[in-house]
T-cell receptor
Framework: DTGVSQNPRHKITKRGQNVTFRCDPI?????LYWYRQTLGQGPEFLTY????????KSRLLSDRFSAERPKGSFSTLEIQRTEQGDSAMYLC???????????????FGEGSRLTVL | EDKVVQSPLSLVVHEGDTVTLNCSYE??????LLWYKQEKKAPTFLFML????IEKKSGRLSSILDKKELFSILNITATQTGDSAVYLC??????????FGTGTSLTVIP
């Protein structure tokens, strides 16, 4: 499967614990995005990388959230001291570099569902 | 504040009906408008629109953009139960930021 891969697919944790999610984008894609989605809502932007550089981070994002993409390939999203309000689906998406040959759309992974008890 | 608003929030139709989903946007440095279909998994890409008035079509689905009035519509003709899903609209800006609406939940009854 050459799509965007995320793991774990499901994570149940107790409040106060740290969790880490991993995303492996499509190999030719230089842009990588993290979104959070709760029931009945659209994806909410968290952060965005171009290669290894984190270009933008949501102002709504707590300092408990951190993301890395150390070699410009896979990315990790860590949530420290989880709270019940962090329960959501965390979606990763990637896209090709801009060119006339592609539409620039995001390709999404299946998501990592977090439940904080 | 950049935002995307979709309407209606939910829709229930019978097979064979035609539906129109609406998306309005207010995004600085707007670049393109994208439609996605989300079943109980990852959103899948449907259309990208950059120019006003040019209809994109794929089978029973079509979409058009109005950059003057800042909205887009997605039409689905002769709906089938397999069209049941949440349809997401996203506006992309020149900084490659994508802003999503809350989605329209479509249910097609046999």
């Amino acid at each position: 499967d050459t799509g965007v891969s995320q793991n774990p697919r499901h994570k149940i944790t107790k409040r106060g614990q740290n969790v880490t999610f991993r995303c492996d984008p499509i190999s030719e894609h230089n842009r990588l995005y993290w979104y959070r989605q709760t029931l009945g809502q659209g994806p909410e932007f968290l952060t965005y990388f171009q290669n290894e550089a984190q270009l933008e981070k949501s102002r709504l994002l707590s300092d408990r959230f951190s993301a890395e993409r150390p070699k410009g390939s896979f990315s990790t999203l860590e949530i420290q001291r989880t709270e019940q309000g962090d329960s959501a689906m965390y979606l990763c998406a990637s896209s090709f570099p801009d060119s006339f040959a592609n539409t620039g759309e995001l390709f999404f992974g299946e998501g990592s569902r977090l439940t904080v008890l | 504040e950049d935002k995307v608003v979709q309407s209606p929030l939910s829709l229930v139709v019978h097979e064979g009906d035609t539906v129109t989903l609406n998306c309005s946007y207010e995004v600085t440095n707007f670049r393109s408008l994208l439609w996605y279909k989300q079943e109980k998994k990852a959103p899948t890409f449907l259309f990208m629109l950059t120019s006003s008035g040019i209809e994109k079509k794929s089978g029973r689905l079509s979409s058009i953009l109005d950059k003057k009035e800042l909205f887009s519509i997605l039409n689905i003709t002769a709906t089938q139960t397999g069209d049941s899903a949440v349809y997401l609209c996203a506006a992309r800006n020149t900084g490659n930021q994508f802003y999503f609406g809350t989605g329209t939940s479509l249910t097609v009854i046999p």
